[in-house]
């Protein structure tokens, strides 16, 4: 629990010291991302909410994840989690945004996507990264991993913006 709050705290104080706000837009995640960063005394000065998009209908009508995508690439793609990034910014009127959508098991894995296949990605101000992680075979691990490298890939981009 410590080593979240440590991640947390840092991605928060990136967030205060430039004046900017966030948002979340979960699925195989569900909600861990938020906990991470409300953990934090204060976090309301930069957490404006989150969005557990778990079904592509609220993938699409919420976030606004085309119908295409999610038919062409699947709800586990680079297409996807960059729109519901942006969604969840558009949405939540806020400067940046992590979206994570994954496989995090122990059943739901394919040949092409195993169990522990995750897409993350980051969005701020115009500038989205992803990045298709493969953690292990275990849920509750796979959740907590997935959730520590979308603050990590978040704090990356901050950082890279403001160097």
């Known amino acids: 629990m410590a080593e979240n709050k440590v ?4 991605v928060g104080d990136v967030l205060r010291s430039r004046k900017l ?5 979960e699925s195989c995640t569900g909600g861990r991302i938020a906990n991470m960063i409300t953990l934090v ?5 930069y957490f404006v909410g989150g969005v557990v ?7 699409q009508h919420v976030l ?6 999610l038919r062409q690439h699947g709800a586990v793609s680079r297409e996807v989690v960059e729109q519901m990034a942006q969604g969840a910014i558009r949405t939540l009127g806020c ?3 992590v979206a994570t959508s994954g496989i995090a098991g122990p059943g739901g894995g394919t040949p ?11 969005a701020l ?11 292990g075979t275990v849920r509750a691990e796979n959740i907590q991993a997935a959730a520590d490298a979308a603050l990590t890939l978040l704090l990356d981009l901050l950082q890279k913006q403001h160097g």
């Open 7 to 10: 991640l947390g705290e840092r």
């Open 21 to 25: 706000t966030m948002g979340t837009a």
């Open 41 to 45: 005394a204060g976090s309301s000065d």
């Open 53 to 59: 998009s778990y079904s592509n209908e609220v993938k």
């Open 64 to 69: 606004g994840v085309s119908e295409e995508s």
């Open 95 to 97: 400067d940046c945004a």
């Open 112 to 122: 092409e996507k195993p169990v522990g296949t995750v897409w993350i990605a980051a």
């Open 125 to 135: 101000k115009g500038e989205i990264v992803s990045h298709c992680f493969h953690f």
